[in-house]
Structure formats: C-alpha cells, structure tokens
C-alpha cells in the first residue's frame, strides 16, 4: 500500500472512529480502524509488523480513553488470527470474505472487551455482534473505495 | 514497514506473548499514573478539532437543506412554547420569594449554582460500558477534573481527564460513575450508579423498606463537594424487591437525555462564603 494513501486512511478512519454523530452511530458503527488494517494486511505483500499493529492499537485506545493496552492485544490478536488463514482468504471474492471478516472483527471486539473486563466494570451489550456484522456488510464498499484511492493516489515522482 | 521491530526474527507465538505483556505492563502503568490518559487526550487534539469543523459543516449542511415547511412548523411550534413559558414565568416571582423565606427557615442561604461555560461535543466513546464524551473546552478555560457537567433537565457527568485545549467527560451511565444523592424534599442520602446504560441508572443498597418508589425525584446531595446540592438528577422508574436478595433494585431515568446531548453546560460551583462575600 502506497505509504501517502496508507496515512491518509488512517486519518480517515480515526475521524471515523470518533465522529459525534450521536449515541446509535458511536455504539453501532463498526470497528474503522480494525476494518482498515485487515484492509492493508490483505493488500499488502509482505506480513505486517505486528509491533506496529500494537502500536496503533495503543494510540487508539488512548486518543478514544479506553483502558490501554484493550484495542492494542485485541488487533494484534485479529491480525494473528487473519495471517493464519490469509491464504484461503485472499483467493475468495471480497462478498465472500465478508464471513471471515465478521468472524475477525467479532474476535477483536471480544478481545478488546475481555480485556477490560479484566480491568473493570463492563457489561455486555449486543451491539458488539451487530457492530461486527455492520462492518462485515460493509467490507465489499470499504474494500472497493480503498481500491480507487489507492489506484488514484500519485505515484512518488523519481 | 516489515523491517520495523518484531516482524521476524521471533516465533509469532513469542511475539503475540510479548506485545501481551506489553499491554498488561501499560494497563497497570495507568492505573498508577493517570497522567497517560491526560497525554492521549492531548495527543487527540487535531483530531477532535477536525471533528469539531466536521460537525459545524454538517449541521450548517442540514439547516440549509431544510425545507420550508419544516421551517414553518418549527415556528409555530416555537411561538406556541414562547406562550407557555411566558404563562409560566408569571408564577416564578411568588415561587422565587416562597423559596427564600422556606430557604431562611431553613438556615439556608440561597446560592447561585455557580458560573457555567457552554460546550460542544466533539467525540463520543459509548461502547462496553465506558460512556464518555469529549468536549471542546480545556485547561485553557479553567476547566478541573471532578468538574460537574450539565444539560438541559439535570447533571450528566463529571469531568475525569483534562487537557490544554478538551477535556472528557464520564456520564452519570459510566460504569464507573457514583455521585451522592437524595430524594428531592428528604434527607436520605443514597448514590446514584451508572450502569452503562444511557436510559438507566441504578441506586444501590437500599433496603427493601427503602423510602423511594416510582415517580421519586432524585438530586445531588452535595456530599464531597463536588457537586451543589439539588441539582437533579434522575426520577425513580421502578422498585423492585427480589426474595432471596437483601437489597431492592432501584432504578433510575436519568433527568437530562443522555441519548440527546447536544451543547453541555460545566459548571464552577459557587462556594457558599464566596456567594456571601
């Protein structure tokens, strides 16, 4: 992935991620962030560094106030659990990949909910499934969208 | 990217062991130091002023979009509150002296509940529990943590992390809010709890002769000083009274919409000498 187009996503789904669109938007939307790196592991030809994925994980939970160290385990876990079937995944048509990606975006979910249960009081609420299963929907848009922008991003001149 | 730090040279179960210590040393290292959520809340600060430019354009995008029907209704509708209020506000001279004399009765005195900023939301975080929102106002403006936030029809939450420029605000439903209460007109103190809910609070450890039942006004107690006392904050939905517990289970509508913010009021309370002085 082009590295201009790969910043530009990430500000994009981290705006996303926090857009004040009320409270249904900031329980139901799907996981932008997680959506994104799935997006560029599957694009990406080589394994992604899963320290830099911790990384990510930790800003996000950070900038968003939620128990550190939650969303940074819980995508290095997703993207542990896509590198061991990205083979099969990678071979399937975007509308067919929507169910692993369901089944990985659910995964970090638990992950990230686990995890602060660990740390806290938590409860659980259905908007978990249906935030994954929003963002699997969503998978065959947000992969042809990421598609065309990385098409029409400029190449680096030299 | 793959020639940054444990891309390869581990086992991937090592380096999944690893980055997982990572975050339980993280996790840990914040509850001593609390000052790492203050340099997120700092970090995100581009980010929210985005927000901020992104909801000012769309809420100028539908107000233009509105139709002029719309418009009209929302007219009419405005002029006729206009006349209820002013019928209402015909009574508030008499209520305003009553309150006072029964406030000397009291060996009260009446204060103002303090000065208030208006501040707009720029993020909100409302999964697992957690119910926090972020909000354009900061250090710069005076704002602490422990601060009481407010909106139309009560109290909503207090301030818990604080930067230059925002600021994050636990609602009254964070699973980890509690704030001293009492019915309105009684002195039984009691707290009201978060439940990770936006629609339902809870009051805990009451007995099953406790004195609140459906339609009981709850409202800050002012115990701790951090909140005045008779803000409200929510109305007893339902009591319920299970055999085997030793406790009802109290429920709560919270006053003000938690699921309708839109502009918060902060509020610097008015310490009682200073409202003398």
Not at chain 1, 44 to 55: K, N, T
Not at chain 2, 191 to 212: C, D, I, K, M
Request: hydrophobic share 50%; charged share 10%; net charge positive.
């Amino acid at each position: 992935m082009k590295a201009g187009a790969l910043v530009f996503g990430f500000v994009l789904v981290f705006l996303a991620e926090s857009l004040p669109l009320g409270p249904l938007y900031a329980q139901l939307h799907p996981d932008f962030i997680a959506l994104f790196i799935l997006y560029w592991a599957l694009s990406s030809s080589q394994p992604l560094s899963y320290f830099v994925i911790w990384l990510i994980g930790l800003v996000q939970d950070l900038i968003f106030g939620r128990v550190p160290g939650s969303d940074a385990i819980s995508l290095v876990l997703m993207l542990a659990l896509l590198y061991a079937w990205i083979a099969r995944v990678r071979r399937l048509p975007p509308w067919e990949q929507l169910f692993f990606i369901f089944f990985l975006l659910l995964a970090q979910s638990l992950g990230s909910w686990l995890w602060q249960a660990w740390a806290g009081p938590i409860v659980w609420h259905n908007a978990l499934l249906l935030s994954a299963a929003l963002g699997a929907a969503l998978w065959p848009l947000f992969t042809f969208v990421l598609d065309r922008l990385q098409h029409h991003w400029p190449r680096r001149k030299g | 990217m793959s020639g940054l730090p444990f891309t390869r040279p581990f086992p991937s179960l090592l380096r999944l062991l690893v980055l997982a210590a990572l975050s339980v040393g993280v996790s840990l290292y914040s509850v001593e130091h609390p000052n790492l959520r203050q340099v997120g809340l700092s970090a995100a600060e581009p980010l929210l002023w985005l927000n901020g430019q992104l909801r000012d354009a769309w809420q100028a995008t539908s107000q233009y979009l509105q139709s002029q029907t719309t418009l009209r209704q929302e007219n009419a509708a405005l002029r006729q509150r206009v006349h209820v209020l002013e019928m209402e506000n015909l009574a508030l001279p008499v209520l305003r002296t009553e309150n006072q004399q029964l406030l000397a009765l009291l060996d009260s005195f009446p204060t103002a509940p303090g000065r208030v900023a208006v501040a707009q939301i720029e993020a909100q975080n409302l999964r697992n529990g957690s119910q926090q929102i972020t909000i354009n106002l900061g250090t710069a403006e005076g704002v602490y943590v422990g601060q009481p936030a407010l909106a139309p029809g009560g109290v909503i939450g207090q301030v818990v992390t604080v930067s230059p420029n925002n600021a994050r605000i636990s609602l009254l439903s964070d699973l980890s809010s509690a704030i001293p209460a009492k019915p309105l007109g009684g002195n039984d103190p009691c707290l009201v709890e978060g439940r990770g809910n936006l629609h339902g609070l809870s009051v805990p450890f009451q007995p099953h002769a406790t004195p609140l039942v459906p339609g009981t006004e709850l409202v800050t107690s002012g115990l701790g000083g951090r909140f005045p006392p008779g803000l409200p904050l929510g109305v007893v939905k339902s009591v319920e009274h299970a055999s085997n517990g030793p406790f009802a289970q109290v429920l709560v509508r919270p006053s003000a919409n938690l699921a309708a913010l839109n502009t918060i009021l902060l509020l610097w309370p008015q310490t009682r000498n200073a409202a003398h002085s």
